[in-house]
């Protein structure tokens, strides 16, 4: 049977719907997950066929578990992830496993928001921006507002901050350096 592996997801959303696509596409589709309350609920996952408990956290507990997969003679055509922390992992196991993937190194800029900003400088799709040492005093106070401030390596839209005045902009930073005391701070116009 076609089989797409899915590493995470979420119960609605983008990542949910590449499930039900995939399902009205006639493969059979298989979720990854860590989240027991997915299990205590099974029925809001209709589009899943099969439902399996992984650690995603630990890569070589994903490869046992597509192992077994592959062991009860699905024809494995993907791996893949909706969720950011796990596209890269998707990546990897789909090079290991001989399928077609994105390239790992894209993903993995993508992944870091002032190595994305790097692939897109002189396009029209990067904003002013500059990046600030997180470890640094705050010392930019003349920027033009507003700003947003965002942690590079963080998921989704966590830790983004909208700064329109010095002050918001000073809590801003002062709250991203406590999250990520040795990293970067992301400031766009």
Known sequence: MNTIVFIGTNKSGSSYEAIKASEELHYY??????R?????????FPHVHSMRMCNLENIN???SA???I??????ICAI????EPYCHTAAVLSREFGLKSFTEKTIRTM???TESRKALRGTPYSPPHHVINGRMPITDTNLEMPVVLKAPVSSASKDVYMASTVRQY???FADLRKRYPDGFVLVEK
């Open 36 to 44: 027991k309350s997915f299990f205590d609920k099974r029925l809001d």
């Open 66 to 68: 597509i192992d077994r």
């Open 80 to 83: 893949v992830s909706f969720i």
């Open 29 to 34: 589709t298989v979720l990854l997950t860590d």
């Open 70 to 75: 592959d062991q009860d003679r699905f024809n």
């Open 170 to 172: 000073q809590n801003a």
């Open 111 to 113: 992944l870091d928001k």
């Open 61 to 63: 507990d994903i490869k």
